[in-house]
């Protein structure tokens, strides 16, 4: 059984910073990619970031590209979402993800084809 355990959400203003964090276990996370999605009220999940599991190598969505930075630990099996320069259009509920099954950063998976946490609340006051 898969598990993917967010925290660090929290009320910013805008300009400001958080630090998301994700707990994974139920498999040997090493290769496997893991990712960010969010959704903001009213709107569908969107694609926020990924990592590559081998190489660490990340892919951003265009609207957080050069704010908010991807890593992983695979020693302590996580994966973190460095988010600065927050806008309140970033505010949304941020779920982290890892695939089924095989994947590219650049085409994670589907809402079906992903393991999903239960998500962290990030709020940015204007």
């Known amino acids: 059984q898969v598990q993917l355990v967010e925290s660090g959400g929290g009320l910013v203003q805008a300009g400001g910073s958080l630090r998301l964090s994700c707990a994974a276990s139920?498999?040997?996370?090493?290769?496997?990619?893991m990712g960010w999605y969010r959704q903001a009220p009213g709107k569908e999940r969107e694609f926020v970031a990924a990592?590559?599991?081998?190489?660490?190598?990340?892919f951003y969505a265009d609207s957080v590209k050069g704010r908010f930075t991807i890593s992983r630990d695979n020693a302590k099996i996580a994966v973190y979402l460095q988010a600065d320069s927050l806008l309140p259009e970033d505010t949304a509920m941020y779920y982290c993800?890892?695939?089924?099954?095989?994947?590219?950063?650049?085409?994670?998976?589907?809402?079906?084809?992903?393991?999903w946490g239960q998500g962290t609340q990030v709020t940015v006051s204007a």
């Open positions: 139920g498999r040997t996370f090493g290769t496997s990619d």
């Open positions: 990592v590559q599991g081998n190489s660490g190598i990340a």
């Open positions: 993800v890892t695939p089924q099954g095989p994947s590219t950063i650049e085409a994670l998976c589907t809402v079906s084809e992903c393991y």
